[in-house]
C-alpha cells in the first residue's frame, strides 16, 4: 500500500513539472490574467480525468499537458489555444459539459471546444463515421481555425505515443494521419509538423523500410555532417564579408520523404543524392528581405555551379499557405547535388509555425493567400449536396496541390492548383462562367476545355447560353470548386427529369393496380438495384424502366424489407462483421474452412501469405483481403474504420498466388533464357505472362509469377539478383483499383 503512496506522490510531481515546463513555453505569449487562466483549465482538466489512465499506464493529465505544450512551443499559440487544448477531451470523457466550459471560460474557448469534441450520433450509414467528423471539424474551421491547430498537436502527440496501442489501432489512426492530418498540416505551412506525421504513420505502417532507411541514415551521419560543415565554410565566410548576417545549416531530409523518391524514381537508397538540405536564414529588415535573399543567392551560385532547372522563387511569388523561399540546387565540393533553401527569420518562422506565424505578421502582409484558401474552404462547406466522403475526396485534393499562376485577359493573377484545366479558371472566375463554358483562348490561341493550364497561361474563356455542365466534365476538372458545383448542377438537371419520371412512374403503377407509396417506391429502387428514389423516377423518365419491366417486380414473388438500399447493405456489412468478431478471435483467419464467409484477395495490392494484411468488409464481395501498404489501405482505414477487419495467414496447403516482378538491368545474349531457366527450372514456379522492353542496351521486364508466401518470392528475388546483368529486382502491386 505504502508503495502505492510513493508513486502518487512521483506522479504528482512530475504533473507538476510538466505543468510548469508548459508555462514556460508560452511565456512570451502570456498578458494580465492569463496564468490564472491556464491554471484554472489546469485544474480541471486535472480534476475531471483524475480517475483516468493512458494505455502506457501513466496518468491521463499527461496527454491534454503534452498537447498544449506542442500548440504553444511548435505551432507558437497563443492563452486561448493553451486553455482549449488542456480542455479539449473533458466534454467527450468526462461530465463536464460545453455549458460548464462557457460559464468558466466564456463562449469563444467553448465554441472552439465544440469544434475539437467529436459528435456522437450515427450519420448516413454509408458515409465514415471520421468522414463526418472531419466535416465537422471543417465547418468549425470557418469560424476559428485553432480548432484545426489544436486538433493537429492532438493528433502529433497521440502518434508519438502510440507504441501501447493494440496493431489495428495503430494502423487505423497511421492511415488517416497519412490520409488527412499530414496533408492538412502541409496546407496550413506547419512543415516540421507535417513531416513527422508522415514519418510516424510509417513507422507503424511500412516498420521495416522506416527501419532501414533509419539506420541507413545514422550510419553515414557523421559522414554527412563532414560533408556540411566543408560545404557551408566557404559560404558564411563570404556571406560576413559582404554585411549579411545569416545562420547556416545542414537539415536531414524526412525518412518518409526519402522512401516518396526512393518509390518515384525506382532507386536504391544509395541512389537517393539529396537526403539533406542546407539552409540560409538570414537576418533582415523587411524593406531588404528580397534583396538579401537574391544577394545570398548569388553568392551561393558564384561558389557553387547551380542545376539552371532547379530553381523555385516563391519570394516572388508565395506559395498558398505563406510559404516564402528560395531554392536551388547546385553541385557540391565532391561532385554531388545540393539542395540549398535561402530565407529570411520572418519567411522560416512562417515555414515552421505556418497560420499562428502569419497571423503574427499580418498587418504587414497584404492578400493573404492562406485566408484565401480558407474562403475556399468555407465556399466548399455551403454545398449542401456534398456527401462526407465525397468532400473529402474533393477536399483532399486540394490541400496537396502545388500552385501555378494565371492571368485573366485584363492581366489579374489567379492562382490554381498544378494541373489545373481551362474549365476549372472559368470555375474559379464565377460559377456561371463556368457552367456556360464552351472553349478557351490561351495565349491567344484557341484550345478545348481541358486543356492544362501552365504556369504564367493568361486565359480568355469563351461562353455560351446553350452550354450546360457534361458528366464527363469531372474526368478532367481537379478543383474541389469546379468538382462541387459541376456536381450541383448535374443533380439538379437530374432532378428537373426525375420529376416528369415521378410523375410516369404513379401512372403507371396505377394502370398495374399497384400502390403509389413510399413503400413499394423503395421496394421497386431495390428490385432494380437502384442507389435511390431519385434513381429510379430518372430510370423511368429515361425510358430505361418500362411496362414490361414493371410486370415483373409485380410477377416476382420476392418479399423486399421496407429499407432504401443503402440501410439493407449497411445492416448486411454489421452482420457480417458480428459474424466474425463474435468468433472466438476478432482475427479472420484466411486459409482455413471460413464456414459461410466469403473472402478474395484484392487485386489492387495481390496479397501473398506472409504478407501483412486486414479484412475490409464489402457488400458483394464479402471480405477483401488487402495488404497493410496497399495503395488504397489509408483510404479505406481512415474512411471505413468499422468496416475493418485484422486478419492474418494460417498455415495452409501449398497453394500459389499470383504477384509482379519489375527487372531492370544491361541486355545480354541470352538473359531471358536465365530468367526462365532460374524461375521454371530451379524454383518450380510457373510463370503466367512475361513483358520485356529493351532500349540502348538497357532491359525492362515484368513477370507474373505464381508463387506460395512472401518467403518463397524472396528467395526467388534473391537468386534472380544474381544472374548476371541483372540490376533490380521488385515486387509491384497490380494497377490500383477503386476503393470499392
Not at 503512496?5 to 490574467?33: F, P
Request: glycine residues 4%.
Amino acid at each position: 500500500m505504502k508503495e502505492l503512496v510513493i508513486d502518487l506522490e512521483v506522479e504528482k510531481n512530475e504533473i507538476l513539472k510538466r505543468y510548469r515546463a508548459l508555462l514556460r513555453a508560452c511565456r512570451s505569449t502570456l498578458e494580465k490574467g492569463d496564468k490564472r487562466m491556464i491554471r484554472k483549465a489546469f485544474d480541471m482538466a486535472l480534476e475531471s480525468h483524475a480517475a483516468m489512465r493512458r494505455k502506457s499506464g501513466e496518468p491521463y493529465i499527461y496527454h491534454p499537458i503534452a498537447v498544449a505544450q506542442i500548440a504553444a512551443e511548435e505551432i507558437g499559440l497563443g492563452t486561448t489555444s493553451i486553455v482549449c487544448a488542456l480542455l479539449h477531451d473533458v466534454v467527450e470523457d468526462t461530465d463536464v459539459t460545453l455549458d460548464d466550459i462557457e460559464r468558466e471560460f466564456g463562449k469563444k474557448v467553448a465554441k472552439i471546444i465544440d469544434g475539437l469534441t467529436k459528435i456522437s450520433g450515427v450519420f448516413d450509414t454509408n458515409s465514415s463515421l471520421q468522414a463526418e467528423n472531419f466535416r465537422k471539424m471543417l465547418l468549425t474551421l470557418a469560424d476559428d481555425v485553432r480548432v484545426i491547430l489544436i486538433k493537429l498537436a492532438d493528433r502529433l502527440h497521440n502518434m508519438r505515443t502510440m507504441e501501447f496501442m493494440p496493431r489495428d489501432k495503430q494502423l487505423k489512426l497511421s492511415s488517416e494521419t497519412v490520409y488527412l492530418y499530414a496533408p492538412l498540416a502541409h496546407r496550413l505551412g506547419l512543415y516540421a509538423i507535417k513531416s513527422e506525421l508522415e514519418d510516424l504513420s510509417m513507422k507503424y505502417m511500412e516498420r521495416e523500410t522506416y527501419s532501414f532507411i533509419k539506420n541507413k541514415l545514422n550510419e553515414k551521419k557523421a559522414e554527412r555532417e563532414k560533408f556540411i560543415r566543408d560545404f557551408i565554410g566557404p559560404v558564411q565566410k563570404v556571406i560576413e564579408g559582404q554585411g549579411l548576417v545569416a545562420d547556416i545549416f545542414g537539415r536531414p531530409k524526412s525518412i518518409h520523404s526519402i522512401w516518396n523518391k526512393m518509390k518515384k524514381k525506382a532507386i536504391p537508397f544509395e541512389e537517393v543524392y539529396d537526403l539533406f538540405a542546407i539552409r540560409v536564414i538570414l537576418d533582415s529588415t523587411p524593406e531588404s528581405e528580397k534583396a538579401d535573399c537574391w544577394k545570398a543567392y548569388s553568392i551561393v551560385t558564384d561558389l557553387y555551379r547551380p542545376n539552371p532547372d532547379r530553381l523555385r522563387d516563391w519570394i516572388s511569388s508565395p506559395k498558398a499557405n505563406g510559404y516564402e523561399s528560395l531554392h536551388t540546387t547546385v553541385m557540391g565540393p565532391r561532385g554531388q547535388w545540393v539542395e540549398v533553401q535561402i530565407r529570411t527569420k520572418r519567411m522560416n518562422e512562417i515555414a515552421e509555425k505556418g497560420f499562428a506565424a502569419h497571423w503574427k505578421y499580418k498587418e504587414s502582409s497584404t492578400d493573404s493567400g492562406l485566408d484565401l484558401w480558407v474562403q475556399k474552404v468555407r465556399d466548399l462547406l455551403k454545398n449542401p449536396e456534398s456527401n462526407a466522403l465525397d468532400f473529402l475526396d474533393d477536399f483532399k485534393m486540394n490541400l496537396f496541390s502545388d500552385e501555378i499562376f494565371i492571368f485573366t485577359p485584363k492581366g489579374a493573377l489567379i492562382q490554381l492548383p498544378l494541373n489545373a484545366t481551362a474549365l476549372d479558371f472559368a470555375f474559379e472566375i464565377h460559377t456561371d462562367v463556368g457552367a456556360s463554358c464552351i472553349g478557351a483562348k490561351v495565349n491567344h490561341k484557341l484550345v478545348p476545355l481541358s486543356y492544362k493550364l501552365q504556369n504564367g497561361d493568361q486565359v480568355e474563356i469563351i461562353t455560351s447560353s446553350k452550354q450546360t455542365p457534361k458528366e464527363d466534365w469531372l474526368s478532367f476538372v481537379v478543383t474541389a470548386k469546379a468538382k462541387a458545383k459541376i456536381k450541383s448542377a448535374l443533380k439538379e438537371e437530374k432532378r428537373k427529369i426525375a420529376e416528369t419520371g415521378k410523375e410516369i412512374l404513379e401512372r403507371k403503377m396505377k394502370s398495374l393496380k399497384i400502390t403509389y407509396n413510399s413503400e413499394n417506391i423503395h421496394k421497386l429502387s431495390y428490385f432494380f438495384k437502384l442507389q435511390s428514389t431519385l434513381d429510379l423516377f430518372f430510370e423511368v423518365a429515361q425510358g430505361n424502366i418500362d411496362m414490361k419491366d414493371l410486370k415483373e417486380y409485380q410477377a416476382s414473388e420476392k418479399v423486399i424489407e421496407n429499407k432504401p438500399q443503402d440501410k439493407i447493405e449497411a445492416e448486411q456489412v454489421q452482420s457480417l462483421v458480428r459474424t466474425l468478431k463474435a468468433k472466438d478471435s476478432d482475427m479472420l483467419l484466411i486459409g482455413e474452412d471460413m464456414q459461410k464467409i466469403d473472402y478474395k484477395l484484392a487485386n489492387c495490392c495481390n496479397p501473398i501469405p506472409g504478407d501483412d494484411v486486414f479484412g475490409f468488409v464489402t457488400v458483394s464481395d464479402g471480405i477483401k483481403i488487402h495488404r497493410t501498404n496497399c495503395p488504397n489501405a489509408a483510404k479505406l482505414m481512415a474512411n471505413y474504420g468499422y468496416r475493418i477487419v485484422k486478419a492474418k495467414w494460417t498455415n495452409q496447403q501449398e497453394l500459389a498466388f499470383l504477384t509482379g516482378l519489375r527487372i531492370t538491368g544491361i541486355d545480354e545474349v541470352g538473359l531471358i533464357n536465365q530468367l526462365t531457366t532460374v524461375i521454371s527450372n530451379d524454383f518450380k514456379v510457373n510463370i503466367r505472362s512475361i513483358t520485356v522492353d529493351s532500349d540502348n542496351g538497357i532491359f525492362e521486364g515484368t513477370i507474373m509469377v505464381y508463387v506460395n508466401d512472401t518467403h518463397h518470392l524472396d528467395n526467388l528475388i534473391r537468386k534472380l539478383k544474381m544472374i548476371k546483368g541483372i540490376n533490380t529486382v521488385t515486387r509491384f502491386d497490380s494497377e490500383i483499383e477503386k476503393a470499392s
